[in-house]
């Protein structure tokens, strides 16, 4: 024994002192070793603004234990960390504390901008990483990794020439989604929809002939300013004569042609649409056809800008207010009719997104989401659960070229350089000083790139791609990528076409979705509902493990999962149960170090721990194998509270104050080994409390979490032996549950007669039903005739308890007609069954004998029952 444990379960003693152990040790490395498998997984880098939060603390603890697991199995484990920079976010942060201080990124430049945020990025950047550290992430930290550090940077520059060349990335106008409190443009994926309450205005626009007017309805009225034409069917006979006539721009006294495109639609409203090119990505499409004027109204923070007139300078909503005040005074507006649309908003502001015109830098989308599709349809990659495959081919075949500059001065800037002489563009992986081409000055593209767009290199740009090195040979691809469902647009589609694109291999065979934490009243954790959870308070109260334990309970990939304090205090005291089971171990062991055990000394209840504990092995790998981990939790967590210690240590307690020193010392040695090999298993889950629990065992190694994981022995396959134990079990919780019916004290011991077919079986396990079942004096037969007992009927034996001082019979008669209705019941429903010529003639073989067993025990038990009832009747 190396040392004794606390006698009071504190995580707090020894959680940061087991951490900075592993640290030290160096457990958490990966190296290249060809002489063992890969197992890689890349941590989604959180943002170097974040906090701590669920989401967090559920995805690390998922991938931690996937990590620990396949480490244990010998395999080369490698979790690569890092984090990420986070352009709008820390851009925000940064703009926000130079505004408390009275600046603008104007007033100071780019350069000085900066270098704010890389001190920034030094202070506070790593403050999430320490908090993961605090949840036992078993991360390789020496390989700790930045979306903008050098080699990223590297890898990002290589991309985009490379797409730049093969004509994959280009420049041009395009309606692009645009946020006015970020001031930058955003990809599709980054809009969130959303149901809102809004209004059709009914409108009509005069012909400029004066013979009357064409009606149409909009959402939004301010952007009437930028019309330049009006669109119907050609095929729509109500507006065939019209097509070619001009309207005048009512409140802009504009002219503007009706057009005919087949993009609208003649079912829909009054088949009329009015074009506004510059702020709606169809009108956009319909000018391009029609060689429309395109006129911006709006300027960056969404105000009406110079184009238009008399509301130049007025928010966007107030000049619909006002514009749809003078629509009506006018006599253009018909009516308001209120409506439920849905209406995008910027998935980090949360402000309304404003469709707007604009030079940007796209990325053609549809070359590289073929092979992407391919890569799941094939089953290259595998996405768990399947359910979400269609959501995948469903954005993959729709996918729109995805605009990557932002507006923003933090961030990859866009590797692009103009000749202010002669206008070249040039793309390159180095900075240029003159024009290549006419070798006049140049300046270079202002914008940066879509923070997605370095995340989307993750799995390979941190194994040092482009060069290639041996890590990247060896470890990628990677294995597993386990993530939240909430960015398979945004993360893991672009790595999935990003790694094929790039380095001719899918970066991962495994995708793992995860669900959403929600409070206990299934509401999302938000700031505006008060409901979010702190995990560093959870564990500073009950301790890193039971946070991940109440984490990986119950968990089921792709569904959301609800947390509340009940449950993380169901998991502290399963970790207090398993401290205690772990002390009274080590109180009972000897100062030898424990001996194997023999087999051939073994009880049949060391056989049944052994057997349990052995299929315990072969499914809790099978879940894992499988990503099931909340049935793994399920069945660790039965184990250890049900079937070691409830049953096991309280059996053992018999034998460890015998004088036999074979049986004592057989019982110490099997109470140690399932034990140790137990705590392997719940390693993963629970890594502090395993190892300090494990560190007191005697023990081979260094660390639990580089042990061996246990694996199936048919050596431990006691299978009968099991089987035989349950029916001593089942009789003791039979007696058990009859005494506590009748009230009953533990302390109160009385006499038990038990009548079975399995003699040999229950004499084995005679003193354990004395200690377990309350009993002075247990006699064993094939029958029995006790006048005046209460009889405790199971599948294997009549216990006859000669009570007769203490039942209360009228409530015992009461019970006993009560399990007769029920075997009755039973009875029934399976004679009905045996009785259908159909299911006789369509079942199974097997299925039919095993209902007609199961009737003759119910017959059997029924007779039993009834006897009984009639044997206490006689008796009042």
């Keep these: 024994m190396s040392r004794e444990l606390e006698k009071i379960y504190n995580p707090k003693s020894f959680e940061d002192k087991t951490y900075k152990f592993w640290m030290d040790g160096g457990y958490f490395h990966a190296e290249v070793d060809q002489s063992k498998k890969p197992f890689t997984i890349v941590m989604p880098p959180p943002n170097i603004t974040g906090q701590l939060h669920m989401g967090h603390a559920l995805d690390n603890t998922l991938q931690d234990i996937l990590i620990r697991w396949r480490r244990m199995q010998g395999m080369s484990a490698l979790w690569i960390p890092g984090t990420d920079h986070a352009s709008i976010a820390t851009e925000a942060k940064i703009v926000e504390a130079m505004k408390a201080e009275g600046i603008s990124k104007a007033d100071i430049g780019r350069e000085k901008f900066l270098e704010r945020a ?58 692009i989604n645009w946020c006015s409190h970020c001031r930058t443009s955003i990809s599709d994926a980054e809009v969130e929809y959303s149901e809102k309450e809004g209004n059709f205005w009914h409108l009509r626009y005069p012909l400029t002939d004066g013979s009357g007017f064409i009606p149409l309805a909009t959402t939004r009225p301010e952007t009437l300013l930028g019309d330049t034409a009006v669109a119907v069917h050609p095929l729509d006979k109500r507006y065939k004569d019209m097509i070619g006539k001009t309207l005048t721009l009512p409140l802009v006294g504009r002219e503007i042609p009706i057009i005919a495109d087949e993009y609208v639609e003649m079912d829909f409203g009054t088949g009329v649409v009015k074009i506004t090119p510059a702020h709606d990505p169809n009108d956009f499409e319909v000018g391009l056809r029609h060689n429309l004027e395109v006129i911006n109204v709006l300027t960056e923070d969404a105000f009406i800008n110079e184009n238009g007139g008399k509301y130049c300078g007025l928010d966007r ?73 269609k959501t995948y081919y469903n954005w993959m075949d729709n996918i ?118 929600r409070d206990a009243q299934g509401r999302k954790m938000s700031k505006s509902l008060g409901n979010g959870i702190d995990p560093l308070i959870e564990i500073d109260k009950y301790g890193a493990d039971a946070l991940r334990f109440t984490l990986a309970t119950g968990n089921t990939p792709g569904n959301d999962m609800r947390y509340s304090p009940e449950r993380v205090e169901s998991s502290r005291n399963f970790a207090n149960k398993l401290w205690n089971a772990a002390r009274f171990v080590l109180m009972n062991l000897s100062d030898d170090e424990p001996v194997p055990f023999v087999p051939d000394s073994l009880s049949i209840e060391d056989k049944w721990i052994l057997s349990k504990y052995n299929t315990l092995v072969a499914d809790a ?36 104050n015998s004088e036999d020193k074979i ?12 034990l140790s090999n137990t705590l392997k298993l719940l390693h993963p889950f629970m890594p502090f409390i395993t190892e300090e629990i494990w ?155 095993g209902q007609r067993k199961q009737l003759a025990k119910i017959l059997d038990r029924i007779k039993l029952l009834e006897d009984s009832i009639a044997d206490m009747k006689s008796k009042m």
């Design 118 to 175: 890389w001190e920034w990025k030094e202070n506070y950047g790593g403050r999430i990483i320490e908090q993961l550290k605090k949840m036992g992430s078993s991360c390789d930290w020496e390989r700790e990794r930045f979306t903008l550090d050098e080699g990223c940077s590297k890898a990002v520059k290589e991309v985009f020439v490379r797409l730049y060349e093969k004509g994959l990335i280009y420049r041009g106008e395009r309606i």
């Design 317 to 389: 909503y107030e000049a619909r207010k006002q514009i749809v005040k003078d629509l009506d005074e006018a006599g253009f507006l018909v009516k308001i009719e209120p409506i439920k649309h849905n209406v995008g908003s910027c998935y980090r502001c949360g402000t309304e997104v404003e469709p707007r015109v604009s030079k940007q830098w796209f990325v053609k989308m549809e070359p590289l989401a073929k092979p992407a599709t391919e890569a799941v349809r094939g089953g290259d990659i595998t996405l768990i659960p399947q359910r979400f495959e």
């Design 400 to 517: 729109k070229d995805w605009c990557i500059s932002r507006q923003l001065w933090w961030g990859h800037r866009i590797p692009a350089w103009y000749c202010d002489d002669c206008g070249e563009v040039t793309v390159s992986r180095t900075a240029l000083d003159v024009c290549p081409k006419c070798g006049g000055n140049l300046h270079q593209d202002e914008d940066t790139l879509d923070t997605w767009f370095s995340s989307a290199l993750w799995p390979f740009s941190t194994l040092g791609w482009p060069d290639n090195n041996l890590d990247l040979k060896y470890f990628y691809p990677t294995s597993t990528l386990v993530t939240g469902y909430d960015i398979i647009f945004f993360w893991v589609a672009r790595m999935i076409f990003s790694g094929l694109e790039y380095t001719e291999h899918a970066p991962f065979n495994t995708v793992l979705f995860h669900g959403i934490v």
């Design 621 to 656: 790998t099978d879940n894992l194998d499988k990503y099931e981990v909340g049935l793994a939790v399920s069945k660790l967590y039965d184990f250890v509270w049900d079937e070691y210690c409830d049953w096991y240590i309280e059996i053992s307690k018999v034998r460890l």
């Design 663 to 674: 049986a004592a010392d057989t019982v110490r040695a099997v109470l140690v080994y399932v």
């Design 695 to 849: 560190q007191a065992l005697p023990h081979e190694g260094k660390s639990i979490m580089i042990s061996k994981w246990p694996e199936y022995s048919s050596n431990l396959d006691f299978t009968d032996d099991e089987n035989e134990f349950e029916k001593i079990m089942s009789s003791i919780k039979a007696v058990r549950n009859r005494r506590s019916e009748m009230n009953v004290p533990p302390s109160k011991k009385a006499k038990l007669y038990i009548a079975t077919k399995s003699i040999d079986t229950f004499k084995m396990g005679e003193v354990i039903i004395k200690k377990l079942a309350s009993s002075n004096c247990v006699e064993i037969a094939d029958s029995f005739d006790v006048e005046g007992a209460v009889k405790v009927v199971t599948d294997d034996a009549v216990i006859s308890i000669p009570l007769e001082e203490l039942v209360d019979f009228d409530a015992e008669i009461t019970r006993l007609n009560k399990e007769l209705d029920t075997s009755l019941k039973d009875q029934e429903f399976i004679s009905k069954k045996l009785n259908n010529k159909s299911f006789v003639d369509k079942a199974p073989v097997d299925v039919v004998e």
